[in-house]
């Protein structure tokens, strides 16, 4: 994809994994405040996994969200200077192919650890901070797609979209990812 892309340049994203526990520290305080009333009255509408997530994110203390708040500020602040340099960057969705449904575990660096917490990877550091995102899942023959992330600048949406449609017409993106856009 880089080179469809004639792309030169590599950024390093500084203190991602700090953000990826303030984004899980926002998102379990925040889902948990939201959907509070209904856990406490109906807890049975719930997935048993997203109920304790749910509940786990009610008892964090609320300095550790103040902190979080604090942290995102600053390294939104850090990374809009990377597009000072770039107009895109682009990155893997998730750590691994497509899993299978029903996969529960993966192997990420020689170690087994559970899917479903950890596909957010490399998404929540990003997402948190508001930047425009597209996830685009690439053709690899005989195998399942792995999703890539093309980032943007603040308001600069129609970008991304410009570079999925010349990596769509490439045929390195499934060709039916645009249309359901």
Known sequence: ??????????????????????AFIITACEGANLHLDKLKTRPQDFDFATRDRFLAGALIP???YIQAQRFRSWYRDKVREIFQNVDIIIAPTTPIPAPLIGQQTMILEDEE?????HLGLFTQPLS???????????????????????????YNEALILRVA?????????????MSLI
Do not use: C, D
Request: charged share 15%.
């Open 128 to 154: 948190f901070i508001g930047l425009p995102v597209l996830s685009i899942p690439i053709n690899q023959e005989n195998y399942l797609p792995l999703g890539v992330q093309l980032i943007a600048a603040p």
């Open 165 to 177: 449609a010349v990596l769509e017409k490439q045929g390195i993106i499934f060709s039916n990812v």
């Open 62 to 64: 609320n300095h550790w």
């Open 113 to 117: 650890i559970l899917v479903r917490p």
């Open 1 to 22: 994809m880089a080179e469809a892309l004639n792309i030169t340049e590599y950024v390093t994203i500084p203190e991602a994994k700090i953000a990826r526990a303030a």
